[in-house]
């Protein structure tokens, strides 16, 4: 079992729709969760980090965590077309030697059509 | 100037060539990280580093090593590149917890 598994997706949603992508984590411990964004090509760019349980918004994005279910998601309101991406799903390991270790997920494709 | 970079951004090599990818940081970061990303793929943790004297491998580590010159150096190296090696390479730096800094990525093919 990967440590981080996301739906590689494509995901296609059409412009002014929410879209949903979801990431679950293999370590009950993880304390730290990451969502990052990626355009082809280009170095991923952080778009949101939550820590705690509930819900984080920010701007058009909402990031949810749920520590019981080892779940985590990212809610992209009124999409875009230039949300069109790859995003990833980090988690920072939380105890032993390994604390502090960043692991990513396999990426969702989002497109975003007009 | 970029806060993490990398060296070279391209490169091609023949198989069995000894190649190093370099990377510096003036973030100040003590822990440092070296990924690679295939076509479609998330990102593959190789080797971690969280101080000059702790290195420790990721899940793909075979056919790679690293050294960590100092707290703003990262090296890594493919002793003998075979062509299944061929990917984007991202070296990163992070101060827990905050994000994770990348550099620009390097573009490498071993043909």
């Known amino acids: 079992q990967k440590e981080v598994e996301q739906n590689s997706g494509p995901l296609s949603v059409p412009e002014g729709a929410i879209a949903s992508l979801n990431c679950t984590y293999s370590?009950?411990?993880?304390?730290?969760f990451f969502w990052y964004r990626q355009y082809s090509g280009k170095s991923p760019e952080l778009i949101m980090f939550i820590y705690s349980n509930g819900d984080k918004e920010d701007g058009r994005f909402t990031a949810q965590l749920n520590k019981a279910s080892q779940y985590v998601s990212l809610l992209i309101r009124d999409s875009q077309p230039s949300d069109s991406a790859t995003y990833l799903c980090?988690?920072?390991?939380?105890?032993?030697?390994?604390?502090?270790?960043?692991?990513f997920g396999q990426g969702t494709i989002l497109t975003v059509h007009p | 100037d970029a806060d993490v970079t990398q060296t070279p951004r391209n490169r091609i090599t023949k198989t069995g060539k000894r190649i190093m990818l370099e990377c510096s940081q003036t973030?100040?970061?003590?822990?440092m990280y070296w990924y690679r990303q295939d076509p479609g793929l998330g990102l593959q943790l190789i080797y971690y580093?969280?101080?000059?004297?702790?290195?420790n491998k990721g899940e793909i580590s075979d056919g790679y090593s690293v050294s960590r010159q100092a707290q703003a150096k990262f090296s890594l190296s493919l002793e003998s590149a075979i062509p299944n090696q061929t990917a984007l390479y991202f070296c990163?730096?992070?101060?827990?917890?905050?994000?994770?800094?990348f550099g620009q990525g390097t573009r490498l093919t071993v043909v």
């Open positions: 990163a730096t992070s101060d827990l917890p905050q994000e994770a800094f």
């Open positions: 370590d009950r411990g993880s304390q730290s």
């Open positions: 980090a988690v920072s390991n939380a105890g032993g030697t390994s604390y502090g270790k960043l692991t």
């Open positions: 580093s969280f101080d000059v004297k702790d290195i």
């Open positions: 973030k100040g970061h003590d822990r």
